[in-house]
């Protein structure tokens, strides 16, 4: 329910120009006018926003902000505001300065973090598509390239008085942070290049703290990683990057420079160390060594890479124990999971994504193992398409009912029975925190396709809404409204590894 209080600001915000107004309403207007799609009105509020921040989810709460056009249009209204008070700093500096309580009042910085960075959508005429970090990489190349022609025009009229470069000193606007999770592809990566080029000089300066490289090579991954300010990077993200060995050779090195980097996300890097030589022993040390010089590192995702029997390897240098670890189809072997139980890293685990392993080749047992070890801290479970049949399930089912924080438990792909599923649910309501399970489609719920059809067995909506009814009368009489059991993954909002 809306509070009086924003109830109040929407009828403010119906209107414009908007009234003078007192400083500490402005919160609650900016909310109003964002999830009312008022952009003229929030471009107004920028201009004469009293304080020296402005943080998007703080003021619009977690939201999925970017889920249609009129929301793209108001974070454009905004970082439109923030170019043009810049501009008009810089065309004529301390004019427009205001002031509260005896205090400068201007925005400094601009926090644009967890933000969505992409939007796309078809309407019946146009396909739309707009990126967060496109618009401001192109705010950034564009106040840079007016600010030479604004301190030009400063030195003549100034020169000879006190000279050109104090009065380039002097003129010079204080500028505005802005602090971004970038996503960088290949429409955009020119653009960002020479947004983040111009670096600390610029009017307006990009201050990534999450970046994010999909589809680009790895010299021009290093070109925008030397670029970063390292003061604030706390995830890197290399999405389908087909770096290997050789390419982690040449990308690590550079990430030491960043002594916030919490986060390390290197799936679809097709690293394989299966069929070892001599040669590739020697990299994975240097990859193991690399790793370990990165001190705050906390997440590690190698999903998709070929480890069998080198897990140890590979994390043998981190100084600190890990608290997320995603380890999705990377070919592990008992061993690997031996290893990660008796290390220092499970007591620490927050986070474990061990799908597309097939649970009967002798991993059952370390399993139960490695859970029983990480049952204090485990807040989030991904066992996904790991072949696991109502024998495995039942096994597991003592470790994870000791796994009292968990929040999360993914078990899609796997063929489990209506009973057992309905068994596991039946036990698990005692664990307090658990928020949502995302089950598989139960094995019983398939009918068999006649003989001279393609398919030997097809799902059976009947059977499948007689399940799914059963599990949501075990619900309401749990009273458990707040824990969500459900079929379909996409869509499911998984924990991230910074909300846990």
């Known amino acids: ?81 923030v170019v043009a008070q810049v501009r008009r700093e810089l065309d004529e500096p301390g004019r427009h300065s205001r002031w509260v ?21 078809c309407t019946p005429a146009t396909l739309t598509s707009w990126s967060s970090t496109e618009a401001l990489a192109k705010a950034c190349v564009e106040l840079s390239k007016h600010e030479p ?67 680009i090579s790895a010299y021009e991954i290093l070109t925008l990683l030397k670029s970063l300010d390292p003061s604030c990077v706390r995830r890197v993200d290399l999405h389908f990057r087909n770096l290997g060995l050789n390419g982690l050779l040449v990308i690590l090195p550079h990430l030491s420079r960043f ?10 890097s097709k690293v394989d160390v299966r069929h070892l030589t001599t040669e590739s022993d020697i990299r994975i040390l240097c990859v193991a060594r690399k790793l370990g010089m990165l001190t705050s590192l906390r997440e590690l995702n190698l999903g998709s ?28 072997v008992p061993a690997d999971l031996a290893f990660l139980s008796q290390s220092f890293h499970a007591p620490a685990l927050k986070r474990l994504d061990l799908s597309g392993h ?15 070890e990480t049952s204090a801290s485990l807040l989030y479970l991904d066992l ?58 139960p094995v019983d719920c398939y009918k068999r396709e006649p003989p001279e059809s393609r398919r030997s067995f097809v799902k059976d909506k009947e059977l499948f809404a007689a399940a799914k009814a059963e599990f949501s009368q075990i619900l309401a009489n749990s009273k458990r409204i707040d824990l969500i059991w459900t079929y379909t993954p996409l869509g499911c909002r998984a924990l991230d590894y910074f909300s846990l």
């Open 384 to 441: 996904r398409e790991c072949r696991m049949a109502d024998s495995h399930l039942n096994a597991l089912l003592p470790m994870l009912r000791c796994c009292s924080h968990l929040r999360f438990l993914g078990l899609y792909g796997n063929p489990l029975s209506t009973a057992v599923l309905k068994d596991l649910l039946q036990k698990t309501l005692e664990l307090p925190d658990l928020h949502q399970v995302v089950y598989p489609f």
């Open 149 to 215: 022609e604004v301190q030009r025009r400063a030195s003549k009229r100034l020169k000879g008085r006190s000279g050109a470069a104090t009065a380039t000193a002097t003129l010079r606007a204080p500028g505005v942070d802005v602090h971004a999770d970038l996503v960088v592809n290949r429409r955009s990566y020119g653009i960002l290049r020479d947004a983040l080029q111009v670096g600390a000089a610029g009017p307006l300066r990009l201050k990534c703290h999450e970046f994010q490289a999909k589809y």
């Open 305 to 332: 890479s070929r480890l069998s029997g080198n897990l140890r390897q590979i994390l043998c240098d981190l100084q600190a124990p890990l608290e997320s670890l995603e380890l999705a189809f990377c070919s592990l």
């Open 101 to 121: 309580l005896g205090i400068p009042a201007w925005l400094r910085v601009l926090d644009m973090t967890r933000l969505s960075d992409s939007m796309s959508g």
């Open 358 to 372: 097939d649970i009967s080749q002798g991993l059952l047992e370390p399993l139960r193992l490695l859970l029983e």
């Open 1 to 81: 329910m809306d509070s009086l209080l924003f109830l109040c600001a929407r009828r403010v915000v119906a209107q414009r120009p908007l009234p003078a107004l007192p400083p500490h309403l402005y919160p609650a207007l900016f909310q109003a006018a964002f999830l009312d799609g008022r952009p003229l009105v929030l471009r107004d509020l920028v201009d004469t926003w009293p304080f020296p921040v402005l943080q998007f989810q703080r003021l619009v709460g977690h939201r999925e902000l970017l889920r249609d056009r009129t929301c793209i249009d108001c974070v454009e209204a905004v970082i439109q505001a």
């Open 259 to 268: 002594p916030e980097l919490r986060s390390l996300k290197l799936q679809h």
